[in-house]
């Protein structure tokens, strides 16, 4: 896979960023919010809860991860979006860019706004509440991993979507993380939904990475095995959801809907 129309495209997402103020306020703006909020909520229970000042900074640590499994994503779709609001998509698609090195790129791109967004966010979270994100070492880049990966999961699935069916779908890009939230257990463990939700929660890899977390802070227990299933998972969407998006970019390709989008 040639390096240099990845890099391309890499340059031309970040050449976006750097001219508009805006994209990169955008960035940090929404995680900085989610974390005051929880913070403080936090700060308060704690004061007043013996559990939650045992279980310091599960809160936080929650609002964090889920804003990298979202801000993973929807860095991935908002570059996409971008080609289709320009109306650049039919331009790249009769480029020598193949489809893969296009979600290659998105990828990177996802990393680089995820970093923006994520570093001062984390900063924040020391400087206010005392909770080190980074203290979790080893056991940070396996959650992080696996958050990632069901993150470009999504977004590939939702770059499919709109290939083939054109701005009408552009809320997914918005909205279909938010349908996995109360599934995947971000600030609960999975015992506290009904018998028959839990087996779909297990389906779903963020769960593990959750619980796993909890289980971290709470229980001073790194579960290697949770993360293992979680790769498992990973490794079976991921690879679904490139098949899926080959697919609906075929199918868009013999409708003749790649040169209909924009806003």
Known sequence: MPAQRVRAMVLRYVYLLRSSWTRLLELIYWPAVQLFVWGFLQLYIAQNSGFFARASGVFIAAVLMWD???????????????????????????????????VCALMIMSLIRLAIGMLPVTLLAIAFFGFNLYSLGLALAAFFANLIFMGWAVGIVVAGVLLRNGMGAESLAWT??????????????????????QPIAWSLPPTYVFEGMRALLMEHAFRADLMLEALALNALYFGAAVAAFLALLESARRAGSLLQTGE
Do not use: H, K, T
Request: charged share 10%; aromatic share 16%; proline share 9%.
């Open 176 to 197: 279909l993380m938010f349908v996995l939230l109360p599934l995947v257990c971000v600030y609960y463990p999975v015992g506290v939904l009904p018998d028959w939700l």
């Open 68 to 102: 990298m499994l979202f801000r993973g994503q929807l860095g991935f779709s908002i570059s996409f979006l971008e080609e289709m609001w320009s109306r650049n998509l039919g331009n790249l698609m009769i480029s020598p860019l193949r489809p893969l090195e296009f």
